[in-house]
């Protein structure tokens, strides 16, 4: 099979996660800003998509190369080898970003890569006119980088956060990316109760259960790269059975998602349902102060209000106070809590056994790490 340069492209502060996803399945990798680069044949490009779960997209690289003029840029790219990747009829919108490099007028270097692409397509495949692109989706990005371009084909389509699962959400919803991340930065194994105090659509409970049982969370959605035709459709079901092949359907789980709102509640319901975790996780409509159990080690993983918008700000520096004197209790469990406030410690009691600076969109944000007690060995006799 040919070998492709993939990168799969990571919100700020999860590269790392990314890459250990990427090794996982079974590739080298250097990770950069941002992204994390890597060698792989078409079924990398399908297994990719199907099982990162912290990546935001998959793109493969068609070329990089300097250019500090548009003539440079134009140039270089009509000399990439674009009849490898596009039919005679393929669909190819450009779209462009530019950091830090000359050639800063986006719409400029969209319309010079297009009309590249084109005149390499029209000299390949002998035609004198313009290409009607009624087929397979190809989107092209060049992006330009203190005037290096990079230029890629996306080969996921919907953003990898889109699982499928999510038929309502809430007001500030959690990317279900990073909901991963947040449940992979922690030490919960599919053996410990866990739980989510502030579920709202019930993305992050979602989440814990498709790593619980090893769901690729790609599985039952489509990629925009199933439809190129020089990646064969038996790569695609070999990937799909694979990830059948994996998953542990009869992995027991005790995963709850607690909520103040009983609108949210049911709606959690609902994408659970969709997800197929309809009977396996719990939700109730509980306030973040009333919370209490008898389950030990468990796992605590929490994205409250920020209390960003004005009015707010003291209710919910409140609820951090109650949440402390509350989870305080629970001295077995492991909490971990998302928050752009930056007074949280002194708020919630306790200084953090550990904290990772995270973005949760454009919000900067910790995750601040509450570590449990360790559960006894047990005793040899």
Not at 20 to 37: M, S
Not at 138 to 149: F, M, N
Not at 226 to 239: F, H, L, T, Y
Not at 278 to 287: A, E, S
Request: net charge negative.
């Amino acid at each position: 099979m040919e070998k492709y340069q993939i990168i799969a492209t990571a919100a700020m502060g999860l590269e790392a996660l990314v890459a250990k996803e990427v090794r996982a399945l079974g590739y080298d990798c250097q990770v950069e800003n941002g992204k994390v680069i890597f060698e792989g044949d078409e079924s990398a490009i399908a297994r990719c998509n199907l099982w990162l779960r912290t990546a935001d997209r998959i793109k493969v690289k068609v070329g990089e190369f300097k250019a500090l003029t548009f003539d440079e840029l134009f140039e270089k790219t009509k000399k990439l080898p674009w009849e490898q990747y596009l039919p005679e009829d393929a669909e190819f919108p450009v779209l462009g970003k530019s950091v830090k490099s000359k050639l800063f007028s986006i719409s400029d270097c969209q319309a010079i890569v297009k009309k590249a692409v084109v005149e390499k397509l029209k000299s390949h495949y002998k035609r004198s006119s313009w290409f009607e692109e009624t087929g397979a989706l190809y989107r092209i990005e060049v992006s330009l980088l203190k005037d290096i371009a990079t230029i890629t084909i996306d080969a996921s389509g919907t953003g990898l956060h889109k699982r499928g699962y999510r038929a309502e959400q809430g007001v500030a919803p959690l990317k279900e990316t990073m909901a991963a991340a947040l449940i992979m930065l922690t030490n919960w194994n599919p053996e410990r109760p866990f739980w989510d105090p502030f579920c709202g659509s019930g993305t992050i409970p979602i989440e814990a259960a498709l790593i619980g049982q090893n769901i690729a969370p790609g599985f039952n959605r489509e990629f925009v790269s199933e439809s190129w035709g020089w990646i064969p459709a038996r790569v695609w079901e070999e990937a799909r059975n694979e990830a059948e092949d994996l998953a542990k359907y009869d992995q027991p789980l005790d995963i709850i998602g607690s909520d103040i709102d009983h609108r949210m509640v049911s709606i959690a319901q609902e994408n659970a349902f969709e997800a197929g975790f309809g009977d396996l996780v719990q939700f109730k409509q509980m306030q973040v102060k009333d919370l209490t159990t008898s389950k030990e080690y468990g796992v605590m993983v929490g994205n409250p209000p920020y209390g960003e918008r004005l009015g707010e700000k003291r209710e919910v520096e409140q609820m951090y106070k109650e949440m402390g004197q509350t989870f305080a209790a629970l001295d077995t469990w492991s909490i971990y809590i998302l928050t752009s406030n930056e007074n949280f410690e002194g708020l919630y009691g306790k200084p953090a056994t550990k904290k990772r600076k995270l973005f949760n969109g454009f919000i900067r944000t910790d995750l601040y790490q509450y570590w449990g007690k360790r559960k006894p060995r047990p005793q040899d006799d």
